[in-house]
């Protein structure tokens, strides 16, 4: 006897929470900066090598029902190796690395692939704590909702004494923004609500 088609929910293991959101901070890049390749570690133009360690970020950028967004607007920034942001308004009295680039801006790929190379970030002062090392990104996509978010890096010490971070409940949630570098090498996933209305 043929079964008729049956219009399927999908369970709720199927559905990818969103990523949290989080403060983009006041450091994101305030003018335009000829280089902002998937390359963090090299600035165009100089032959230097940014100081710290090499890490490298890839991930899928997806929607709520594991799809993969393709063409989204990427932008990645962070501090340099010693905590030091490349902004006018950021006081910290650590030093600036001129051959660290700072800042990427890419697109998913067709399979909402994504990837840089850069290096860890240094932690950094922030009234009277210390922010635990973090990168920013911020993706956007037409008919999804843009997401600002920062990544950390699991096992951290600092990550457990972050208002930022821990201002994220419950913990499953929080810990979509920590990721587990092996060798270098760290997986993260981004997942884009659609726009409503
Ligand atoms: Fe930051």
Redesign the pocket.
């Known amino acids: 006897m043929a079964v008729g088609k049956l219009m399927v929910t999908p369970a709720i293991a199927d559905i990818h929470h969103p990523t949290p959101e989080q403060t983009s901070?006041p450091?994101f890049p305030e003018h335009n900066q000829l280089d902002k390749d998937a390359d963090l570690t090299r600035v165009q133009g100089r032959s230097g090598k940014a100081e710290g360690d090499v890490i490298f970020v890839s991930g899928k950028i997806l929607d709520v029902f594991g799809n993969p967004i393709e063409g989204a607007a990427i932008d990645i920034w962070?501090?340099n190796k010693w905590g030091r942001?490349d902004h006018v308004d950021d006081d910290n009295p650590a030093p600036l690395d001129p051959n660290f680039q700072g800042w990427a801006r890419l697109r998913s790929g067709a399979d909402g692939s994504y990837s840089v190379m850069t290096i860890k970030p240094g932690a950094y002062p922030q009234e009277g704590d210390w922010?635990p090392p973090?990168i920013?990104f911020r993706v956007g996509r037409r008919g999804f909702r843009q997401t600002i978010t920062?990544m950390y890096f699991k096992g951290d010490p600092l990550n457990d004494k972050d208002s930022i971070l821990n201002d994220i409940e419950p913990k499953a949630v929080r810990d979509l923004l920590v990721v587990d570098f092996k060798a270098g090498i760290g997986k993260f996933d981004l997942v884009l609500e659609t726009r409503r209305g």
């Open positions: 901070g450091f962070q501090a942001y922010r973090h920013h920062q």
